[in-house]
C-alpha cells in the first residue's frame, strides 16, 4: 500500500485483493491434497490469516455435501512458515454424513507441519437464537480510511504500510499507534472490516475472508489494554491457537464490524476475543486467539 495519493492507493489495494483471491485459489494434486502460494508481500514469516483460511478452503473443498456449512475450525500453529514456498494442506476426512462432517488440515511444508486445523459442518436448521448486542460505533463511511491513519507513522509502523492489504479498515476507535501517541488506552478495539473488491457468489471464499481477516486485530486489545503499540515499543507477538465460530453466513463484500476485548494477559500469553457482526446487528462469529506476547520495557518510559 502507498499512502501518497487516493488514486494509487485504490490501484495497490485492488491488486492486493486480486492476491488474496489468488493464494485461495488452491491447487488440487489429489483428492484430499492441496498446494497453496504466498502473496508478493509476508510478513517473516507465513500469516497466520493466511494458513487458516486456505485451511478452511481446502478442507471446504473436499465436502461431500457441497452446501454444508462450516460451524467451527480451530488451529494450533507449530512452526513458522517459509514464505518463499509452497505449502501442502493434507485433508483427512473424519466424517461424513448428510448434516455434518469434520475434517482435520495440516499445513505442511518440506515435511515440517506448520499448523493443524480442526474443522466442522453442521447444517442444524431453525432453533433458538439470542446474541449480545453489537457495541454502538460510528458507521464506517463516516471513519477515515486506513492509509489516513498511517500518514505520519510510515516509519513507525512500516511492517503495516509496506504489509498487504486485501481487506478495507475503519477504525472506530485510534488504531494502536495513534493511541500510543496520544498517551491513551483502551480495553477493547472495533474496527468495520469489508473487501477491497467483489468476492465471488462462493460462500466458502466470503467465509475464508473473514477467517483471514480474524487474524489481523484480535491482539490489540491486549497492548492498549496497557497503553502500547506495536512499533513504538518491544513487542514480540505470535498466535499460538485460533478459534472461529460460525454462526451465520456471512457477505463480506458488505461492511462487518470486528469487535475485540482481551479478558486476561498472563505468563507471556494474552487472550484476544472477538465477535464479527454484520451491518443490520447480526452476530456473524466469534474469535478467540491465544498469543505469545513479550514485552521488554523501556528505560526511559
Known sequence: MTTTTSDTSDTSDASDFEELLAILDLKRVAEHRFVGTHPSKNPMRTFGGQLMAQSLV?????????????SALSVHF?????????IDFHVTALRDERRFANRRVDAVQNGTVLSSAMISYMSGGPGL?????????????TQPPLP????????TVPHFVNALQPIEWRFTNDPSWVMRDKGERLPHNRVWMK???????????HTATMVYSSDTTVLDSVITTH??????????????NHSVWFHRQVNFND?????????VAADSRGLGTGHFFDGSGQMVATVVQEGVLLYFPSSNR
Request: aromatic letters at 8%.
Open 227 to 240: 497503553g502500547l503499540s506495536w512499533g513504538y515499543d518491544r513487542i514480540f507477538a505470535a498466535s499460538a
Open 148 to 155: 489516513e491513519l498511517l500518514r505520519g507513522y510510515e516509519d
Open 255 to 263: 461492511w462487518v464490524l470486528y469487535s475485540t476485548s482481551s479478558p
Open 78 to 86: 507449530i512452526n513458522g512458515g517459509d514464505t518463499g514456498k509452497d
Open 58 to 70: 481446502a478442507s471446504s473443498r473436499t465436502l461431500k455435501a457441497d452446501e454444508l456449512p462450516p
Open 129 to 141: 437464537e439470542h446474541a449480545v448486542d453489537p457495541p454502538q460505533v460510528a458507521r464506517p463511511h
Open 195 to 205: 473487501a477491497l473488491g467483489t468476492v465471488p457468489e462462493d460462500p466458502v471464499l
